[in-house]
């Protein structure tokens, strides 16, 4: 069907995106039924709709709009570049964007952490790393030591590599995975601890499963742990204190690569453009970044790696490439617009503010907890938390689950937030320019919602 040359009427928006727009996760049982809330505009933590309705948004797009929508410097720091170069090969060529940003990226990781590897979103970068750990392996010589841990409530993205690192048991997937080369780890929650246990004990006692499943797999099979500091899109979990450094200490001792994926954590979120040394105290041999890298203004992710492995690269192999990168990788508009996200996160001292503000968003989040009998478990940290619900259900299945999220979601929607729960999980991830008053809106309308279905599903 051509569109016609006048502006489409709303319904013909929502006709032509229902029948032709597959969308990430959409339903197959609901094929060309599912209608989506159309997003117009947006201007610092709010978006308004096709209906002019505003809302504040919750989970900051997807956990990547740090700057906030609407940055008029941002439009015109990415026209420019556009003007000026559009593209350039990377194969063959650089531009400046993609040189000062590699520097800055560089300048701003912890370690040795020096060589940035471009790529177009968080699950390319993740591809790189799990490549990458294969590639250092053949080159060293020991091409049976290949194997990825990873851990349940994990994820990673949605490439066939990326996506078989993703241990969320909710949402099994009939789509083929690389089932052969991971292992998951066990949950790593404190708040599964059996009564009595102290989240110190809790720690080692994660360490030595993951000690026992590295001797049972054999050393010589491992070749990489993926591991984001906090599991996010598994529901803000938050390992115990000493875990990371703890787990950096295995992987060193069996010679394991450690990637730390900060897809979400990196930039801004926790207070810190990386948060694996400066909150975590780990510095690992790869991090993946995306997101919060372009604010969401454009696509742009990096996997970023040690000096260490490429020494031990070029010093092992005979006229290797490091056959792996994307057309668009370090594109010059998505670097330029990158550029100016850390330039206006530097000026307005967003870091400094998320440390700040992080204080009263988790209060407030936790208060939330302690009120409603509906909220099971409450957990978080910087910008980022969750209140998973436990709602009495008479069935306890995905579908139940994803039925309540669903109506929490409509009632917090009436009243002007964006949640999108992951079913009984309401997650928060808000740009990061929010100001406190922002923030007690936003959690007042959540326990207005939550007040609501305490009513009807109450636990
Ligand atoms: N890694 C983590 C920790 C993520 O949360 C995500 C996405 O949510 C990804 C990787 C994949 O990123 P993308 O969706 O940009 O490919």
Not at 1 to 19: F, I, K
Not at 110 to 122: K, M, S
Not at 219 to 243: H, M, N, Q, R, W
Request: net charge negative.
């Amino acid at each position: 069907m051509t569109p016609p040359a006048n502006s489409p009427s709303p319904s013909e928006l929502t006709a032509w995106d229902r029948d032709h727009n597959l969308h990430p996760w959409g339903g197959l049982g609901t094929w060309k039924q599912d209608e989506y809330q159309r997003l117009n505009t947006g201007d610092g933590v709010y978006l308004w709709d096709s209906e002019g309705k505003r809302f504040i948004d919750g989970p900051g797009g997807m956990w990547c709009v740090q700057i906030g929508y609407g940055r008029e410097e941002m439009a015109e720091a990415i026209a420019d570049q556009v003007r000026k170069m559009v593209y350039a090969s990377p194969w063959s060529s650089t531009s400046e964007p993609a040189a000062i940003l590699a520097r800055k990226i560089a300048e701003r990781t912890p370690g040795d952490l020096n060589n940035v590897h471009y790529t177009t979103c968080g699950s390319t970068a993740v591809d790189t790393a799990l490549r990458t750990v294969g590639l250092y392996n053949n080159v060293l010589g020991r091409p049976e030591k290949k194997r990825i841990l990873s851990r349940e409530k994990a994820y990673h993205g949605s490439t066939y590599l990326a996506s078989s690192m993703t241990g969320k048991e909710r949402f099994k997937t009939r789509f083929d995975k690389a089932q052969d080369i991971v292992h998951f780890l066990p949950d790593v929650n404190p708040n599964l601890r059996p009564d009595g246990m102290s989240p110190d004990d809790w720690c080692d006692a994660k360490i030595e499963e993951m000690e026992k499943i590295i001797l049972e797999l054999g050393p010589d099979t491992i070749g990489g742990f993926i591991a984001e500091p906090i599991l996010c899109s598994g529901g803000v979990i938050v390992p115990p204190k000493g875990y990371h450094a703890k787990t950096l200490e295995l992987c060193r001792k069996y010679d394991i690569l450690y990637i730390s994926d900060e897809v979400v954590t990196g930039f801004g979120r926790l207070g810190h453009w990386f948060a694996s040394e400066t909150v975590f105290d780990i510095v690992p041999d790869m991090i993946t970044c995306a997101k919060g890298l372009t604010s969401g203004y454009l696509p742009l992710g990096a996997c970023i790696m040690s000096d260490r492995i490429m020494k031990d690269m070029r010093d092992a192999g005979e006229d290797e490439l490091f056959y792996n990168g994307y057309t668009y990788s370090g594109h010059p508009v998505s670097c330029a617009a990158a550029l100016k996200n850390m330039e206006i996160m530097e000026r307005e001292d967003i870091l400094g503010h998320v440390l700040r503000v992080s204080e009263v968003f988790q209060d407030r989040l936790h208060s939330i907890g302690d009120r409603f009998d509906i909220v099971g478990e409450v957990r978080g940290m910087g910008l980022l938390g969750c209140l998973e619900c436990r709602p009495d259900l008479s069935d306890e299945s995905f579908a139940a689950h994803m039925q309540f999220g669903n109506k929490l979601d409509a009632a917090c929607e009436r009243m002007g937030l964006m949640l999108r729960p992951f079913g009984n999980m309401a997650v928060f991830s808000p740009p990061l320019v929010i100001s406190e008053a922002e923030v007690d809106e936003m959690f007042t309308i959540m326990e207005a919602g939550l007040e609501e279905l305490n009513a009807e599903y109450n636990a």
